[in-house]
């Protein structure tokens, strides 16, 4: 009998990367704006996956990001109504010129000691809900994202634990 825990492949994406937010909804995303994705809903009810990772890689003009700059990343369940997400203020696709009024499930610090072109980061272990929800993006960079959708990538992958390996 085998008394390990190990990481399992989740039963909806697993660990393939998926697109979570389309690079097309990110495109130009102003500083100080928030995009809530326009992919399909993620549908946990049938995988129910206990966790996802996220992986940002996205491009700007030549700049130095100002100290205490980042990228938040926001889950937004859909609510009962089956047509909200989060706090109800943004549709798939749509904009805010505002962080969203409840936490992120993620935060990636930027570094603001050098000119960069490319902001990039990782979000572990992000508890996800038995249900459907869409991932979102605020922002806070100090300039405005690349125009080029394929310049601008969100993924997700999903797994689960085993608890006898």
Not at 143 to 164: E, M, Q
């Amino acid at each position: 009998m085998a008394n390990r825990t190990a990481w399992t492949a989740g039963n909806g994406a697993g660990f393939s990367w998926a697109t979570a937010i389309n690079g097309a909804d990110l495109a130009s995303l102003a500083n100080g704006s928030t995009v809530l994705s326009s992919v399909a809903d993620i549908t946990n009810q049938t995988a129910l996956d206990l966790y996802a990772d996220l992986s940002v890689r996205m491009t700007v003009a030549s700049t130095t990001p100002p100290a205490g700059s980042f990228l938040a990343l926001y889950l937004a369940a859909l609510l009962d109504d089956g047509a909200t997400y989060g706090d109800g203020s943004m549709a798939g696709g749509a904009t805010i010129a505002r962080a969203l009024p409840y936490p992120p499930c993620g935060i990636i610090p930027l570094e603001s000691t050098a000119a960069t072109t490319t902001l990039a980061g990782f979000v572990q272990g992000i508890l996800i809900p038995p249900g459907s929800f869409r991932f979102a993006l605020y922002n806070n960079s100090g300039a405005a994202l690349s125009a080029t959708a394929g310049n601008c990538i969100v993924k997700y992958r999903a797994y689960d634990l085993n608890l006898n390996n």
